[in-house]
């Protein structure tokens, strides 16, 4: 008896689980490892961010998992407005009432909570094919002998008995986000100058996410401000955004773009640390630092202290996140890609991490590269392994065949997706620079979001 290949999945994230659903979908087997514990109901209840998603990535493979309808039912806690202001709160512009010079409307925009969309690609996937509590540690280089399991992948469990253990796949598909371990694993069957390429850098923008609970009733004057959809105030290259969401809430994000005298402490070079908890007074530094967000109106000052103290009463703690990329040049002819591995590929942040900015489109991207992976590598090798093993009557092992179809595949897929990775560096390096190079940039916004 011949065995099937081993396909397996690190990460579940969005691009991970719907990685997983395409490959239930064609009864293609699969295991999805994930570090995090499962989530549990009332985790998946709280609060969390707001996704936009667009008819050629996401709500695209969304439609090939055929959950689209299912999708859509999670939607309009975040409404399709999109109010863009000067730093005083005054609105120039909502996305949402714009009409061209030929009456054209704008294309809706369709927003999702990450809970709600975890929740849903959740219930598409056979439980048993989620390992979860398991942190990935290493994986070896590829076997070099003809039909035999290609990587071999070790793992530290969470959940239970604490304890590493090793399992072998032909197979390894790395969703496992910007820190990705399949990525280090890869570069560390090169030199030290290709380890380094692979490794995010920080490029100089950082985050405040704060949540404010039940506005409408309790700050009515805030939820006046912000509406029901997205709100974004630019100014002194820094920006104020907001997405609405469960429960009557709404998210406030604070993106800076500062080096960080006034936090002597705070050095995004510490890799091992990403999150740094600020001090209660770092509320009134905040909105007296000139370089900050002195210079902002009344209204968004209540605003932003506002949700910074609730943050603090029911969540414990305000945490700053330094903001990394992979080393582009994307205004230059280098495009970030990595040595093309046999066993081992990588998609979303794992393969691509671009400067995260107001209305980014990593989940986007994620689930496009889950849903091209599959399209155009695992699904037509697998296809070719069947019809080959079948011809042969069983003489040919399917792991050798397989392996076989999938890597100039691969490779192929690799390549599309560096071109796809380029182009989206440049427009969000170039949406970055219309939000944030100058002092003033919310008309230049405006044009932007126009079109």
Request: aromatic share 10%.
């Amino acid at each position: 008896m011949f065995s099937f290949p081993k396909i397996a999945i690190i990460g579940a994230g969005p691009g991970g689980l719907t990685l997983g659903i395409l490959l239930h979908k064609h009864n293609i087997p699969f295991t999805i490892y994930e570090k995090r514990n499962k989530p549990t109901d009332h985790e998946l209840s709280q609060f969390s961010g707001m996704f936009e998603l667009h008819n050629e990535s996401d709500i695209l493979a969304l439609k090939q998992c055929g959950i689209y309808d299912d999708f859509l039912l999670l939607t309009g806690e975040c409404s399709p407005d999109f109010l863009i202001a000067d730093r005083t709160g005054t609105v120039h512009y909502n996305y949402n009432d714009w009409r061209g010079e030929d009456g054209s409307v704008a294309a809706p925009r369709v927003e999702i909570s990450r809970n709600n969309l975890t929740k849903l690609l959740l219930s598409n996937i056979p439980s048993g094919s989620i390992k979860w509590g398991h942190e990935l540690v290493s994986a070896s280089p590829p076997s070099s002998s003809p039909g035999v399991a290609a990587v071999t992948l070790t793992f530290k469990t969470h959940e239970g008995v604490r304890r590493r253990i090793s399992t072998s796949v032909d197979l390894a598909l790395g969703a496992d986000g910007p820190w990705s371990k399949v990525r280090s694993s890869i570069a560390q069957l090169y030199d030290q100058r290709i380890q380094d390429y692979l490794e995010p850098v920080h490029y100089g923008m950082n985050v405040i996410i704060l949540n404010i609970r039940e506005i409408s009733t309790r700050y009515p004057h805030l939820r006046a401000l912000l509406g029901t959809g997205t709100f974004c105030s630019l100014g002194n290259r820094h920006a104020v955004y907001s997405q609405r969401g469960a429960a009557d809430s709404a998210r406030v994000y604070l993106w800076m773009s500062d080096p960080y005298p006034y936090l002597e402490e705070f050095s995004p070079e510490k890799h091992e640390t990403r999150k740094w908890t600020l001090p209660s007074s770092f509320k009134d530094t905040l909105v007296t630092t000139e370089s900050l967000f002195e210079s902002y109106g009344p209204l968004m000052k209540d605003l932003i202290t506002t949700a910074f103290e609730e943050q603090e009463k029911y969540e414990g703690k305000v945490e700053l996140r330094p903001l990394y990329s992979m080393p582009y040049s994307p205004l230059g002819s280098q495009s970030f890609t990595w040595p093309h591995t046999p066993g081992m590929t990588l998609l979303g942040d794992a393969a691509h991490v671009v400067p995260v900015i107001p209305n980014g489109e990593g989940v986007n991207a994620a689930m496009l590269d889950a849903l091209v992976l599959v399209e155009d590598a695992i699904l037509p090798a697998w296809r070719k392994m069947e019809a080959a093993s079948h011809n042969s009557a069983g003489k040919e092992d399917k792991v050798q065949l397989f392996n076989e179809a999938v890597d100039p595949l691969l490779k192929q897929y690799e390549e599309k997706l560096t071109k796809r990775a380029r182009d989206l560096a440049i427009e969000t390096r170039g949406r970055e620079m219309i939000m944030f190079d100058e002092e003033d940039t919310v008309e230049e916004f405006v044009g932007y979001m126009r079109g």
